[in-house]
């Protein structure tokens, strides 16, 4: 009897019977890709002989893991808030001399009104850092924003799924999201069940948007009987690069308001703006506010990220975004659901308090703060440039610039040759050509698929987040796989 | 036209066609009294008079909102890692002023293992830190644990909502849950459509559990269809405090085990332990394993969590859950659907790290780390005692001890007087009750009603984490306020 009893029995849990909706959503980011360059870290940290020395993550916006210094008068504020001992007048003098002043005074003020980074906080968020929020983006936009509108979350993603979980009644709801786009819209659609309309950004016109388009990927939805009611629209670009021009914008307001659809912009990274005079951030809150009374009203959440930016906080997990022309007890139920997940947690709501509002000219912080954020922005434009320029030397690739964010997303034409290698692998030709790329240069970029691309084209998104100090070598691996790539699937 | 214009358009999103299973979650730990206990607290601040000179929040185990003292190392840890500057050579001498050298030495391995608390990390969990979460759970259950099968989370409601989604395939999925239980459950299953099976625990019996209570729920839910696939137990109980006996809990695994459910373990208050002589903290991972051979392959998920036991820091979100027996299949599918929110927070993560490996016998820290430890754990047994008192010399109340947990969930019996008030209020008896405490003396207590109760019953349930030199004249608020009460409505 012992060995039949010890036979494993079926689970209760298999991938047959898993919640269906899961089991389809796909996370290219963090995918097979990276699954292997994981593995091949772990090597490589155990000796194992490989053909490079060190793997380089560009398969995700994660500027610290590639050793970018966060900003010094933000962690020193999150490092005493952590143990306000030191803020006690016992160690008042030891601590004046490892945190400056102004660190000290924003400490104590945050304290103040947190009472402790341990406890729960207000499931919108804290109150006092909400505020600041209004402050910034009234600032920012010359429109006034109202605290009570605004919810903290755990990054921009976590506002992403609720707000859209929010929206989707039925399987028959359609939003409509970019081609390409970043994964999460696919992957949260996919678990909300709901269908995502997708509208194409035209690679030859720097990925621009056309009215037409958007007209288009409506009507057909609406021919498959998908009741349209949100447009995800990201901007800056990612994985696409690309900022909108303002009159692009208000055709897209006046599209969403003409179908009354709601308007989801995702703008964390509208601090990553590269050309600021041709191709400047606006924000849609603003363009919105700018169109007058006839538009009043319309629904627009924008979401807000701490991990993107000069800052790049991505381990910490904070964001917010802002609620314009929604209904009163939506917001009431958002609340409801945010209060199920209790609070987003409090270092990250601090981190956005210090990006929202940063030393200021005078502070005695301030001179170190601005020297530190224009060293990784003007860092950033030439990385950005130097990626660029190779990825548009690299026989059978073609480039747009990045306007802003953090990627670049390159277009390849390869050979019949390595296509039929692909499709002998398994694989799509831009994944193999990723996977071959990892394999040779230990660095993981992600496979233009994985976003979404007009049918019969190969992309593939990387960062260019990359160290200065190790650019050029990264630069020189990536061309020396190409060439060699292209030789050996020469047809 | 521009009046016409101006009316405002009916709304894209309404309570009318919004998502109907968020519309019906319900979270009443954060419901309605919660928010009038914030709008009094608001007044309060702003000098409205009123019967009390404070409010205190019952409603939620928030220990350091009520001002518990975070334990020391913990967050010298925290502070440290968050700006590593403190640990070069330059500040060496200033920095062991401040820090413990044991806090030092962490944080520089913490740093050494993760890079930056601001990049995201594995989204399974920081993988150094994993191996010091199985040997934790493998020292106190004498079984050995898998790094690999741990999934770090931002709290352990996280953990909760991702596996239950993972299990409910379609609407007539069943998931067994006790009643009384903690909102998160009922909230999470209303989302995601699926059927919550009740099973009742016994007041009369210290909130036990008998196997032939859960027979009843399984077979009542077969026969309307359902199909139960998993039992949530909550082990010390919330609202409730029991501690499950060793053999009770053999049957429970049993109950599963032949019918083919998943058991999913909410362990997170397993420090809070009141009597550990005769109701000591048994985990069910250690219960199932020594069952033998014939269980092997049960298949069970159990959370932990940083926020409670005697370190509290539920503002931080972090915790833990250990899969046992799963498919491995589905391994990786929770870890596809983990990577689309990217990671837990860093610093939620670390203070797992700091839980399961706080200071040991030897270590400059022990003494203080012990103190604060046990300081807290005395004054809560004494503190649940006193209030366990008081509500059993309440007129028409009774009420358990707790022997674990973070609550007392007494019965009261209300007068046909202060029913009959209720239902021209609205509201169910213990709502109106617990309203009534709330506007006469700022305590803001849970109804029963939030929890699930046997019909005909009024509970409601009480935190005893109000401060220890408050803590008689909270008592004595609630004394008053319950006389006048009776009084009032006195039949």
Not at 305 to 310: C, E, F, P, Q, W
Not at 371 to 377: R, T, V
Not at 414 to 440: H, V
Request: some cysteine; aromatic content about 10%; proline content about 7%.
């Amino acid at each position: 009897m012992a060995s039949i009893d010890k036979v494993a029995k079926p689970k209760v849990l298999t991938t047959g019977n898993m919640n269906p909706r899961i089991r389809k959503a796909e996370y290219a980011v963090r995918g097979e890709l990276a699954i292997k360059y994981e593995k091949l870290k772990v090597e490589l940290e155990k000796g194992t002989p490989l053909p490079f020395k060190r793997v380089v993550g560009c398969n995700i916006g994660n500027p610290q893991a590639l050793d970018q210094k966060p900003i010094t008068f933000f962690r020193q504020v999150a490092s005493l808030v952590e143990y306000p001992d030191l803020l006690n007048d016992k160690n008042a003098e030891l601590t004046s001399k490892l945190y400056p002043s102004d660190a000290i005074e924003r400490a104590k003020l945050l304290l103040k009104h947190i009472g402790s980074v341990g406890a729960y906080s207000h499931s919108q968020g804290i109150p006092w850092i909400r505020e600041h929020v209004a402050k910034f983006i009234s600032e920012r936009d010359g429109y006034p924003a109202d605290p009570s509108k605004i919810f903290l979350t755990q990054g921009a993603s976590a506002g992403v799924q609720l707000t859209l979980q929010m929206i989707v009644e039925h399987p028959g709801v359609g939003i409509m999201i970019p081609i390409p786009q970043y994964p999460l819209y696919t992957a949260t659609l996919a678990i909300l069940h709901a269908n995502p309309v997708p509208y194409y950004l035209d690679e030859a016109k720097d990925w621009g948007l056309t009215t037409e388009e958007l007209e288009r990927a409506y009507n057909e939805a609406a021919q498959q009987g998908i009741e349209t009611r949100a447009l995800v629209i990201i901007n800056p670009g990612n994985p696409t690069g690309q900022c909108l021009k303002e009159e692009n914008m208000r055709d897209i307001i006046h599209f969403c308001h003409k179908h009354r659809i709601i308007l989801l912009a995702d703008e964390v990274y509208q601090a990553n703006i590269y050309h600021p005079e041709d191709h400047p951030f606006h924000s849609f809150k603003k363009v919105l506010k700018s169109m007058g009374p006839e538009y009043e009203g319309q629904e627009l959440i924008s979401y807000h990220s701490i991990s993107k930016g000069m800052i790049g906080e991505c381990g910490r997990r904070g964001g917010y975004f802002e609620c314009e022309g929604l209904d009163p007890l939506i917001m009431d139920q958002i609340y409801k659901a945010s209060s199920i997940s209790l609070c987003p947690n409090v270092q990250g709501q601090i981190m956005v308090e210090l990006m929202v509002n940063p030393p200021k000219q005078g502070d005695p912080s301030y001179a170190q703060y601005k020297k530190e954020y224009d060293d990784i922005y003007f860092s950033l434009i030439a990385r950005a440039k130097k990626l660029e320029k190779l990825f548009s030397s690299l026989e059978g690739c073609t480039c747009n610039p990045a306007e802003g964010a953090m990627y670049l997303f390159p277009q390849i034409r390869l050979s019949k040759k390595a296509i039929e290698a692909a499709e002998k692998a398994g694989e799509t030709p831009d994944q193999f050509y990723c996977m071959a790329m990892l394999e040779a240069t230990g660095v993981c970029m992600v496979a233009g698929s994985g976003f979404g691309q007009v049918k019969g084209t190969a992309h593939f998104r990387s960062t260019f987040l990359p160290q200065p100090e190790l650019f050029d070598e990264f630069c020189a691996a990536i061309q020396k796989f190409h060439e060699d790539f292209m030789n050996k699937y020469r047809d």
